[in-house]
């Protein structure tokens, strides 16, 4: 079968129509981020699409001035596990941060949702960018950039090792001789690193996709080196289709230099697409979108990268301030951009938060068929392997499953049925065979 | 109404028939112990019989000896969220250690599943008795006694303002004004305390219930202490009924002390009923059951208390050897207690590990009538609010809930249908106000 477009839906994210007003668009309920039925029927809505994956975001501090859905949200892992139940075989992907988890935790829990859901857990590692966190974590300093991207890795590393624990034919479970366990099956981890040390093994047995997906989406050069290293499905963003075929090269010839195999990698842009009954009615309504957003909430959201800097406080017409090292703790990448473009074109505070906050032109926006061709020709470009659509208002989610896949579909562009109940084996992954299998494999026991 | 027994389910627990075994009945398949639909089966059976809370147990240290419900198991949590959307009514308790959890990450992951299922969340605090667990998370040593105690009270107490983060009207939700938040309902905790330094607010709105119910269940000082302070709901074990009521009276006594109400204090045995047709062949069953088990997984079992102590390594027929403060970072209560009875009987190690692993005789063994009457009396003995059923097999379950609970129900004893459709309406305790708002009543705003 010839390469297909993978799909995933990102649950009450940013960027999409309403974004800050989102909770006041007659279809979406004021409290639907904390609302686990609404959350299941959305996940239902993409698993009868065929999409390969929900995706839940996440964030720990919040201030009066959040975004709506930051203020009072669930914990996405716990929300997962109910979605597990709620569905039968779309992928469960949710944001867990390795900055304020310890690896052995984020192992049992990611581990017991893969049961759960009978393989279809996958796991955003994030290295958390709010250094305000660390206040609520006993910490009077977030962790620096090294240290956070350390522990990412490390985290990851362990949480693999203590996934393989148990064997795939660990638990003989003879009801005859009472034989439950092998224990030359069961394996300590006994790592010890620079961030952690843990000794396992994990009580939790693997399911039958092996172990989670690891999705990553940080685009710092640590990022996409975790990524590049780590990672089996990439979250990214991609303005023009130049950015998105420059990004894909660039972390599968990173993953190739580590040895690992380029197609084992899966990139997934998150887009909002904009669809109507011509491309001028598209247009015009993305772009009344992007102008229409209200400056006061644009200004308290461009502080993110910086720890929530106030802005507030200079002449929105002078110079961009002089920030000194702001925000290197923080979103670093993003903060050393904008001083970089302020600078660089000498613009006021007021040019540069619109310049960063006015949402990006979107690129797929028009009719059906506009945006179905859109898509297969980025698709066709290798900018990406799949899309991470935005799907807050129900609607509009309704006219891209309803009137652009049935498009591609027809074009063998998208599956017409799941090919499996893993996340693996949707996107395409192999089953990481049990580290332990294999060592027994290589060396056989003598004659 | 008159006070009416409350009724909790163990699923998967330890000490029901089969215990080390339960795995080779029949009724239960090999894996149920991480089977999700085992557990929705077990939790339903729970809910149509009118119980208020299934509760799941814990641990998370285990070597190829572990009883075989450990050595693979869902993380309490994650189980428990997949349980609230399978159910309605019944209440979700589950164990989570503050040895090895930060109190924010336990906040929102108990806040999560409170909103998920309605307001029926309830948390088993427990301060991790199994010392090996240490090396899972990045420390050499388990925390000693005091420190898990002060840990543990400290949690709670975070927790619980983490959970008043917002009172109850801080969203005003008004889609003409575009007012979404009440930023002046919203509140920091600024919590600074000797283990744990927390800002805050927490990003979740409290559920109808206001917060999770706390539950406890260790039996030293330091614990009967930690329930007396913050638990609402006390696991115990009663092996009599003058005991069970000396237990109650004592927690009791306690919380009034404190300046709690005793009557907003549920304590709940975990027992396991034996029930046949003739009250003869209910004990014969429960003695051939007592007197069955294995010697050599008693031995590994018996190990528990002293950090997995391995007693394999001793003459069972000598005096009980000299352990010094073996235990005493681990259950020290439950180790102290078995030193002392062997060295006041002078018992050999082989007498000592019959005493202590021969399951105690039950106390609730014969005829439905008899389990009935024998019920009936400890609770209006005041030795007990509620029991905490062990329900491994779930037709040994049936003959319970088919057979005990109607006689007990004709009686008025238990609940003919939920008085609620939250854990705290149901167990009869009262919804906490907002610490805030109530700081707000006491304190109007001057004219």
């Given at each position: 079968m010839s390469r297909q477009l993978k799909l995933g839906a990102v649950l009450m994210g940013v960027g999409g129509p309403g974004d800050h007003d989102t909770w006041r668009h007659p279809e979406i309920p004021g409290d639907a981020s904390v609302d686990i039925r609404w959350y299941a029927e959305r996940a239902r809505q993409a698993e009868a699409a065929l999409f390969d994956l929900v995706f839940i975001v996440d964030s720990q501090f919040i201030t009066p001035d959040s975004p709506p859905h930051y203020l009072n949200r669930l914990e996405p892992l716990t929300l997962l596990s109910a979605l597990a139940v709620s569905t039968t075989n779309i992928g469960l992907v949710g944001t867990l941060t390795t900055s304020y988890n310890s690896p052995f935790n984020l192992a049992r829990r990611l581990g017991s949702l893969d049961l759960i859901s009978g393989g279809r857990a996958g796991w955003n590692v994030v290295a958390t960018g709010d250094g305000g966190t660390a206040a609520n974590y006993s910490r009077d300093e977030h962790f620096d950039y090294a240290a956070r991207y350390g522990r990412a890795l490390e985290s990851v590393r362990v949480c693999q090792g203590l996934?393989?624990?148990?064997?795939?034919?660990?638990?003989?479970?003879?009801?005859?001789?009472?034989?439950?366990?092998?224990?030359?099956?069961?394996?300590?981890?006994?790592?010890?690193?620079?961030?952690?040390s843990v000794r396992g093994p994990l009580n939790i047995s693997r399911s039958k996709q092996g172990r989670p997906v690891i999705f990553q989406a940080g685009d710092s050069e640590e990022g996409r080196d975790l990524g590049a290293s780590v990672?089996?499905?990439?979250?990214?963003?991609?303005?023009?289709?130049?950015?998105?075929?420059?990004?894909?090269?660039?972390?599968?010839?990173?993953?190739?230099?580590?040895?690992?195999?380029?197609?084992?990698?899966?990139?997934?842009?998150?887009?909002?697409?904009?669809?109507?009954?011509?491309?001028?009615?598209?247009?015009?309504?993305?772009?009344?979108?992007?102008?229409?957003?209200?400056?006061?909430?644009?200004?308290?959201?461009?502080?993110?990268?910086?720890?929530?800097?106030?802005?507030?406080?200079?002449d929105l017409d002078a110079p961009f301030p002089d920030l000194g090292d702001l925000g290197k703790d923080s979103f670093r990448t993003q903060a050393e951009r904008?001083?970089?473009?302020?600078?660089?074109?000498?613009?006021?505070?007021?040019?540069?938060?619109?310049?960063?906050?006015?949402?990006?032109?979107?690129?797929?926006?028009?009719?059906?068929?506009?945006?179905?061709?859109?898509?297969?020709?980025?698709?066709?470009?290798?900018?990406?392997?799949?899309?991470?659509?935005?799907?807050?208002?129900?609607?509009?989610?309704?006219?891209?499953?309803?009137?652009?896949?049935?498009?591609?579909?027809?074009?063998?562009?998208?599956?017409?049925?799941?090919?499996?109940?893993?996340l693996r084996g949707n996107l395409g992954l192999p089953i990481p065979e049990n580290v332990h299998t294999a060592a027994r494999r290589r060396t056989p026991v003598p004659a």
């Open positions: 996934w393989d624990s148990y064997e795939d034919d660990a638990f003989p479970r003879d009801v005859a001789t009472g034989r439950f366990v092998d224990p030359d099956k069961q394996h300590r981890l006994d790592h010890v690193g620079e961030h952690f990672g089996e499905g990439i979250f990214t963003h991609a303005p023009t289709v130049e950015a998105g075929v420059a990004f894909a090269r660039d972390i599968k010839d990173r993953a190739r230099a580590k040895g690992r195999n380029e197609n084992e990698i899966v990139i997934m842009p998150g887009v909002t697409p904009w669809i109507a009954d011509t491309d001028a009615e598209a247009r015009a309504a993305e772009e009344h979108f992007r102008n229409g957003r209200d400056f006061a909430k644009n200004l308290a959201q461009f502080g993110r990268p910086f720890g929530w800097h106030d802005f507030g406080r200079y904008i001083k970089q473009v302020a600078r660089d074109e000498r613009l006021t505070l007021r040019q540069t938060v619109q310049r960063f906050t006015a949402a990006t032109p979107a690129p797929f926006v028009g009719t059906p068929r506009t945006v179905a061709d859109r898509i297969q020709e980025w698709f066709e470009a290798g900018a990406l392997d799949g899309l991470n659509i935005h799907i807050t208002v129900p609607s509009v989610f309704a006219r891209f499953t309803d009137e652009v896949l049935p498009i591609l579909r027809e074009r063998g562009v998208v599956r017409d049925r799941y090919e499996a109940d893993t």
